[in-house]
């Protein structure tokens, strides 16, 4: 009964500190399915067809990290991108605001957006970085001069969508 007892206790902690989540993700405007792959130290990892994400929930209401929310990968050659990634951080000025965000993976080349200045009053906002080689799984993730990494990511499989000539993925959360 007090093994029981400590698993009900640990689930319920989990469940309370997890919180309730509405999330919806969108590849070129149509609604995916997805699933939940677990949630860890504030970090809720989700999956669906061609990728994943990694939500940031300790950090969702607060965003002292900054989150990558959006992105789009427009082709312009054989496997070469102009990617753009929508950023939401609580930017105060030039003291602590994001200031890259960067295409990773395997196969990734000139993936490195530096952002030259604050944009406390434009949030979230858009930048893009042209020119960038790509291909298999990459991901998207932001970073700021004060905190670093840890914000939520994207991930996409870009070989999964060889025959689109511009991807755009999305999600909307609601977190409580």
Request: charged share 25%.
């Amino acid at each position: 009964m007090k093994y029981l007892a400590m698993i009900v206790l640990l689930v319920f902690s989990s469940a309370l500190a997890q919180g309730d989540y509405q999330l919806k993700v969108f590849l070129n405007d149509n609604e995916l399915a997805w699933q939940e792959e677990g949630f860890s130290e504030g970090v809720l990892k989700v999956s669906f067809a061609g990728g994943w994400l990694e939500l940031n929930l300790a950090d969702w209401n607060s965003f002292a990290y900054a989150h990558v929310l959006a992105t789009t990968f427009q082709k312009t050659a054989e496997a070469t991108y102009t990617v753009s990634a929508t950023i939401r951080h609580n930017d105060t000025g030039w003291e602590n605001y994001a200031d890259a965000f960067e295409v990773k993976g395997d196969s990734v080349e000139n993936g490195l957006r530096v952002l030259l200045h604050p944009h406390e009053n434009e949030q979230p906002f858009t930048r893009s970085q042209s020119g960038v080689r790509a291909s298999g799984l990459v991901w998207l993730e932001a970073k700021d001069n004060v905190e670093g990494l840890g914000g939520s990511r994207i991930a996409v499989n870009l070989d999964q969508f060889k025959e689109l000539e511009r991807l755009e993925l999305h999600y909307e959360l609601r977190y409580e």
